[in-house]
């Protein structure tokens, strides 16, 4: 007797992403009740359920959607805005004047939307974010149901969202408490750089976090000047000052990281922490090379994440995968560093584990959340196919993103968003462009 699913997606390719490099050809995945219920060859699949809907994807490469581990959605509508400067040029000068202008409420609810319509429409169905009213982020990411981290942002300076640390953390704990039960959205301690909180706040971060069982995500290491600050201020390099807090563990996210000393490396490595990458902001800002290859072959779990449009400028994970793989060959020296199937587990599986949800996203097997993505290989570009993962890390675009499913909810169909309303979406980014504008002409 057949088992009911939901629905069933027929692929040319299946790639599940654990086993490691594995590509399961002409096979299926049936849905069931949001989770993956099988993956199996497709005439076993029409043998063993009884489908409410088959999904024919002769061309297309159906995995598990992205995992974008490190983004701040609303600053979208700051793309473009300040352009070729480096990071503390570009913060102190540009972005936190403009935030101090224009973030409240309802920027970040349109910024929120404008980055979620291009994350789904690049394949991401999991971002991890870090800004201002988290609540706003959170209430736009489930009703676009789409997955999402929100950061509980922690500074010590005043914004439009809190006036000082305290404050901060009375907002954030509140913002966890009411979304433990959120199906889509989950919480993470944010604290924004070592530069901008003081030691008394992220001592209580570390004591919240360990009782609530949260991750910790943190800019760390972005640049030398950052470095260098810190040893004169505190004594010695951020990472020892959070070492000495007691910050670093299995669930702190360290993003950035490209000023490492060897010695820093195999203390991440024993502290069994994450490594953010975030190239191509890294790239943009001139903030330095994080040592991917060195990081990984001391076992420490390397993430990818886009950064903020503001400094990247797109929150595109395929653009970002590409240049993962080839920046790393070129900073080691080896044609062989972070193949085609280990940038793919970067952008899936690696990132999901490093906000603590591998249990429920980032690769492809029974039981898991049905967080899939199909791109179609049979474009141009992508012709002929040796390997469909190498031609997906090394020659695919995101226009090629055709389907997305967050826990078996389809958020696009046939490159069409099916929970987001693409035209309204753009009407609001023109209106803040417009007046972010003007107002800068009259300034």
Not at 103 to 109: M, N, W
Not at 132 to 150: K, M
Request: charged share 20%; hydrophobic share 45%; proline share 5%.
């Amino acid at each position: 007797m057949s088992e009911p699913a939901d629905f069933v997606i027929d692929a040319r390719w299946v790639i599940p992403v654990e086993p490691a490099g594995s590509v399961l050809e002409h096979h299926s995945v049936a849905v069931r009740n949001g989770e993956i219920a099988a993956i199996l060859p497709a005439v076993e699949a029409r043998q063993r359920f009884r489908a409410g809907e088959i999904v024919s994807l002769e061309n297309h490469a159906l995995l598990p959607g992205f995992v974008n581990a490190h983004t701040h959605a609303a600053m979208t509508l700051f793309r473009g805005l300040a352009d070729d400067l480096p990071l503390m040029d570009w913060l102190q000068h540009h972005i936190w004047p403009a935030e101090a202008k224009w973030v409240g409420e309802e920027f970040v609810r349109a910024g929120t939307e404008l980055a979620m319509a291009e994350m789904i429409k690049g394949g991401t169905t999991c971002f991890n974010d870090m800004y201002f009213f988290a609540d706003v982020t959170a209430r736009a990411a489930e009703t676009a149901g789409l997955r999402a981290v929100v950061g509980l942002i922690v500074l010590d300076f005043p914004s439009a969202w809190a006036q000082n640390a305290d404050e901060y953390l009375h907002k954030c704990l509140r913002l966890h408490d009411e979304l433990r039960h959120s199906p889509h959205v989950h919480t993470a301690f944010a604290p924004h750089a070592p530069y901008t909180v003081s030691d008394g706040p992220l001592e209580k971060i570390v004591t919240y976090a360990e009782e609530l069982g949260l991750p910790v995500h943190m800019h760390v290491h972005e640049t030398a000047h950052e470095v260098s600050e810190s040893e004169t201020h505190h004594g010695v390099r951020p990472l020892e000052r959070l070492a000495r807090l007691g910050l670093l563990g299995p669930r702190f996210m360290a993003v950035h990281m490209t000023q490492l000393l060897p010695a820093e490396i195999a203390a991440a490595a024993r502290q069994n922490l994450s490594v953010v990458h975030c190239p191509a902001s890294n790239l943009k800002l001139a903030s330095g090379f994080c040592p991917v290859q060195k990081l990984m072959e001391a076992g420490i779990n390397v993430a990818l994440g886009t950064d903020g449009a503001a400094s990247n400028n797109n929150l595109d994970m395929l653009k970002e995968l590409q240049l993962a793989a080839l920046l790393a060959k070129g900073v080691a020296g080896s044609a062989t560093a972070l193949p085609a199937h280990q940038a793919l587990a970067m952008a899936t599986l690696n990132g999901a584990r490093a906000l603590g949800l591998d249990d429920r996203i980032g690769s492809l097997k029974p039981g898991k959340a049905a967080d899939l993505i199909a791109i179609d290989l049979s474009a141009v570009a992508t012709e002929p196919v040796y390997d469909p993962t190498s031609q997906i890390v090394y020659a695919c675009s995101r226009d090629q993103v055709t389907d997305v499913w967050v826990a078996g909810q389809r958020l696009l169909k046939s490159r069409e968003l099916v929970t987001l309303d693409e035209s309204a979406i753009r009407a609001q980014a023109h209106g803040w462009r417009d007046k972010i504008f003007t107002a800068n002409q009259r300034s």
